[in-house]
């Protein structure tokens, strides 16, 4: 049985080709989706110079669509975007930020080309903190942005509940400060 079958694209599949494309591709991805459903068919002649006018259109589409996200890779270059989420005192957040929250916050701020998988994190992020985050829009048009991730209140960082409520309560007023000198005794006690 043969290892691969010769088909003629007659629909761009991305990461396969374009149309008008031979390739070749395994058996049960030419019979179980790419035939059935239109995508492909044995390369001929007579196919290939119907799809030839139809083929020049798509190219024209794809240089068109290349130079418009290499205007938007210069535009992302540098840009900043800031999520608020809810997080306890030591700044681990209650969720995570996804990829769709970080496209989600691109697209309202007006990127409205930058998806779900042009967001490139390795895993959802769960500290509030600052982060360069890879957007790759095609193979080789890649940026980074920047995201803060900040809290939506104030953090009480090193901070125990014992120092707070001494605060709260006006004790400890007295109490001298770490690390200063103690008050000299007075004379003649």
Not at 37 to 62: N, S
Not at 88 to 113: C, K, M, P
Not at 173 to 180: D, F, L
Request: aromatic share 4%; proline share 4%; hydrophobic share 40%.
């Amino acid at each position: 049985m043969a290892k691969t079958v010769e088909l003629l694209l007659t629909e761009n599949i991305e990461n396969l080709g374009i149309v008008g494309d031979v390739v070749d591709v395994k058996p049960g991805y030419a019979r179980n989706y790419l035939v059935p459903l239109g995508y492909a068919v044995k390369p001929t002649e007579g196919a290939k110079k119907a799809l030839a006018a139809r083929r020049a259109e798509v190219e024209r589409e794809l240089a068109a669509l290349r130079k418009e996200l290499e205007q938007l890779v210069e535009k992302l270059e540098g840009f900043e975007v800031t999520l608020e989420r809810s997080c306890n005192d030591q700044g681990w957040l209650y969720g995570s930020v996804t990829q769709h929250d970080i496209s989600t916050a691109l697209r309202e701020a007006g990127f409205n080309r930058v998806s779900d998988r042009h967001i490139r994190i390795g895993a959802a992020i769960k500290r509030i903190d600052s982060y360069d985050i890879p957007v790759q829009l095609d193979k080789d048009l890649r940026t980074e942005i920047k995201l803060w991730v900040v809290a939506d209140r104030e953090l009480n960082l090193g901070r125990s509940e014992e120092e707070e409520s001494a605060e709260g309560d006006g004790e400890g007023a007295e109490a001298a400060a770490p690390g200063a000198e103690p008050a000299p005794e007075a004379a003649g006690s």
